[in-house]
C-alpha cells in the first residue's frame, strides 16, 4: 500500500492476488486483514467519509516504500505499478494511472493509456488537464504517436501557441504519410481531427480559402464521430464561409446542424453557439450574437463546459459593453471569475479586457488597475508571450483614455499590435496604434494612420466584418477631421452610423471621446433626428454627468491608505528610494518593503510609477 499515494481494499486485493498466485498461497483473509490492519495503525489517515480511500502519513509512507523496495525485486516493485496503474484507469484516475505505469516502467502503457483517454478531456476543452497529462510523458514519446501529437497539437492551440501547433502537425502529416496507406476507422478519426485542427491554424494565419477546404475534409472523415472535432470543423467552417461572402451557405450550414443535433447532446449545442455569436457580430447583429452567447453559458454551466462558458460569457459581456450597459457586461465578464483557468486562456484575456472596458468607462480607475494585474498574473501564469504583448496595448489604450500620454508614448516603445486573429472581436490592438498616431504625443503621425485605417477597412469591408468596420470608420471620420476636411469626416461617418445603427453599437463612439461628440452635433439635421442617432447623443450626455459627478465623489487616496501608506506613496511620488524612506521616516527597510507591498496591493499596481499615475489621477479628480 505504501507504493501509493492512496489505496483502498480493492486495490490491494488485486495486487496481493498477483502475488499470492505466484507463491501458490490463498488470500482468503486479506479483507480481515486489511481493515485490522487499518484500524491499528495510528499512520494511516483515511480520506473520505466512508473510509473507503486512505494514505499513510507522507514520513511513514517513505519508510514503508524503502521497505517494499528491500524485500521485493526490482522486476516484482515494478509489477505491483502497472498492477495498480490499470486499477486507477479502470476507476477514471487517469494522472495516478500514468504515474504509476512510468513508475513501473512501462512507458508504452503509460502513452496507451493517454490514447485511450485524451478524448474526454479534448470533448470537455480541458487543455490544461491534457497538457498535465502529456507533461508526464518524454517529448521523444509523444512525437512517435501521431495521436499523441494531436493531443498536443490542441493544447497549444489552446494556449494560443500557434507556431508550435503547426510544428506538431507537420510531425503528424509525416507520420500518417510513413504508415501504411490502409484506411481504417482510426486513420479516418486521424486525419479528420488533422484536418479540423490544420484548419484552424489556417484560419488564424489568414488562409480562407485552404480553412474552408481542410475543415470540409474533415467534415468528410469524423461525420458523427468524435463529437467535439466534428464541431470545431462545423464552427470553422461556417466562419470560414462568412468570410469568403458566403454568408446565406454560412447561415444555412449552422442551421442545418444545430436543427438536427438532439437536445440531449447539450455540449454539441453548447460548442455549435458558442462560435455562432462570431458569425452574429460579423454581421452586426447583435441581438442574435447575445441569444447564441446565452445558450452557450447556460448549457456550458449545465455540462461543465468551461471553454464554452468562457466564450459565451466573452460575447455576453462584449455585446452589452457595445449596447452602453456597462453595469451588465461587467456582471457577465464575472461571470467567468470561479473559471479562469479552465478554459481557453485567450478568450478569458478577452473577457477580462471587456470588464476592463466597462470600469474605465465608469471612472473607476481603481478597478481597472486591479483588473490589469489579475489580467497580467493570468498571462505570466500560462507564459503566453503574444498575450503579454496584447496586454502592452492594452494598457497604452486605457493610459489614452485617461490622457496619460507620458505613460503611453513610454509603452508605445514596447508594443507590438499585433493584430489579433478574425475570431477575436471588439478590441483590435492595431486601431490602438492609430489612436497613438492620431493622438496628441510625441509619436504622432497622420501620415501612417491614415494608410493603415484604409487596409483595415478593406479587410472588413472584404471580411464583411461589420464590427471592425464600425471602429474603423469612425476613427477615419476623425482622421479627416484632424485633416481639415469635414464634409469627408461625416461621410465617413455616416457609413459608420449605417454599419452600427441596426445592432445599436452605441459603445464605440463614446470611447473616441470629446472629438466624436463634437462630430456627431454637426451631422446634416435629419440624421440627428434619427433614433440611433439620438441615443448616441444622450449617451455623450450622460458619460459627461458621469465624469463631472465622479470629479466631485470620488475617493481620495487617505480614504484608500493608511497614514502611513499615505506618507509612504508621498515620499514615493517625490522620487525617493526605499532607503530613503526607510531613513526619513524611522523605520527599516524590510518594514517599508512591506508597506510598499501592501500599497501595490490595495492601488492596484504593480510597480512606482504606476502608484504615482495613480496618485496623480485620484488627486487631479478630486
Not at 422 to 437: A, D, G, N, R
Request: overall charge negative.
Amino acid at each position: 500500500a505504501a507504493l501509493f499515494d492512496r489505496f483502498n481494499l480493492e486495490l490491494i486485493i488485486k495486487i496481493n492476488r498477483k502475488e499470492a498466485e505466484e507463491l501458490g498461497v490463498e488470500t482468503k483473509n486479506i479483507g480481515q486483514d486489511f481493515f485490522q490492519f487499518i484500524e491499528q495503525s495510528l499512520f494511516i489517515i483515511p480520506l473520505d467519509e466512508d473510509k473507503t480511500w486512505f494514505r499513510f502519513h507522507h514520513l511513514i509512507q517513505e519508510t514503508l516504500q524503502g521497505l517494499v523496495v528491500k524485500h521485493y525485486s526490482k522486476q516484482q516493485v515494478r509489477l505491483f505499478y502497472r498492477i495498480g496503474s490499470g486499477y486507477f484507469e479502470l476507476r477514471g484516475f487517469i494522472r495516478e494511472a500514468i504515474n504509476y505505469a512510468r513508475k513501473g516502467d512501462d512507458l508504452d502503457n503509460a502513452v496507451e493509456i493517454i490514447e485511450r483517454n485524451r478524448y474526454y478531456y479534448q470533448d470537455r476543452d480541458l487543455a490544461v488537464e491534457l497538457k498535465q497529462l502529456l507533461d508526464i510523458l518524454p517529448s521523444g514519446a509523444i512525437e512517435k504517436s501521431a495521436s499523441l501529437l494531436l493531443a498536443r497539437a490542441f493544447v497549444l492551440e489552446a494556449l494560443s501557441q500557434f507556431e508550435q501547433e503547426q510544428e506538431d502537425l507537420d510531425r503528424v502529416l509525416a507520420l500518417m504519410e510513413s504508415e501504411p496507406s490502409e484506411h481504417t476507422p482510426q486513420t479516418a478519426k486521424l486525419w479528420g481531427e488533422y484536418y479540423q485542427m490544420q484548419s484552424v491554424l489556417f484560419f488564424y494565419f489568414g488562409r480562407i480559402q485552404e480553412s474552408l477546404d481542410y475543415s470540409g475534409k474533415s467534415l468528410e472523415l469524423v461525420k458523427d464521430e468524435m463529437l467535439y472535432v466534428r464541431d470545431y470543423a462545423i464552427s470553422i467552417h461556417t466562419i470560414a464561409l462568412q468570410v469568403l461572402g458566403r454568408r446565406q451557405e454560412s447561415a444555412d450550414l449552422f442551421d442545418f446542424h444545430a436543427t438536427r443535433t438532439p437536445s440531449t447532446e447539450s455540449r454539441c449545442i453548447a460548442r455549435l453557439h458558442a462560435y455562432h455569436c462570431a458569425l452574429c457580430l460579423w454581421n452586426g447583429d447583435l441581438k442574435a450574437t447575445l441569444r447564441s452567447a446565452d445558450i452557450a453559458f447556460e448549457l456550458s454551466k449545465k455540462e461543465q463546459l468551461w471553454n464554452s462558458l468562457i466564450i459565451g460569457a466573452y460575447n455576453q459581456s462584449g455585446v452589452h459593453y457595445f449596447r452602453n450597459e456597462l453595469e451588465i457586461s461587467i456582471e457577465a465578464a464575472s461571470g467567468i471569475d470561479d473559471h479562469l483557468y479552465s478554459g481557453r486562456p485567450i478568450f478569458v484575456v478577452h473577457t477580462l479586457i471587456h470588464k476592463i472596458f466597462g470600469f474605465r468607462a465608469l471612472e473607476m480607475p481603481e478597478q481597472v488597475q486591479s483588473s490589469i494585474s489579475v489580467l497580467k498574473k493570468f498571462v505570466k501564469v500560462f507564459n503566453m508571450p503574444e498575450v503579454s504583448e496584447l496586454v502592452i496595448d492594452l494598457e497604452i489604450e486605457v493610459a489614452l483614455w485617461y490622457d496619460e500620454l507620458s505613460i503611453a508614448d513610454q509603452l508605445h516603445t514596447k508594443a507590438t499590435y499585433n493584430p489579433h486573429p478574425f475570431i477575436y472581436s471588439y478590441y483590435y490592438p492595431q486601431l490602438t496604434e492609430v489612436k497613438m498616431w492620431m493622438g496628441k504625443g510625441r509619436f504622432r503621425d497622420m501620415d501612417k494612420a491614415k494608410p493603415a485605417l484604409d487596409e483595415y477597412a478593406l479587410q472588413g469591408e472584404q471580411t464583411g466584418n461589420a464590427d471592425l468596420l464600425i471602429q474603423v470608420y469612425a476613427l477615419l471620420s476623425l482622421w479627416s477631421t484632424q485633416s481639415g476636411d469635414s464634409n469627408q469626416a461625416i461621410e465617413w461617418l455616416l457609413k459608420s452610423i449605417d454599419q452600427a445603427k441596426s445592432g445599436g453599437y452605441i459603445r464605440p463612439y463614446l470611447d473616441l471621446g470629446k472629438e466624436m461628440e463634437e462630430l456627431i452635433l454637426i451631422l446634416p439635421e435629419d440624421v440627428q433626428k434619427k433614433d440611433f442617432v439620438q441615443h448616441v447623443k444622450m449617451a455623450f450626455e450622460k458619460e459627461s454627468k458621469l465624469r463631472n459627478s465622479t470629479k466631485t465623489s470620488i475617493s481620495t487616496p487617505r480614504e484608500i491608505l493608511t497614514a502611513k501608506e499615505m506618507a509612504i506613496l508621498k515620499l514615493i511620488a517625490e522620487g525617493h528610494q526605499n532607503k530613503e524612506i526607510a531613513d526619513k521616516l524611522n523605520f527599516s527597510l524590510n518594514t517599508i518593503k512591506k508597506y510598499v507591498h501592501k500599497l501595490y496591493e490595495k492601488l492596484g499596481v504593480k510597480n512606482r510609477a504606476e502608484a504615482v499615475s495613480w496618485l496623480n489621477r485620484v488627486e487631479t479628480s478630486a
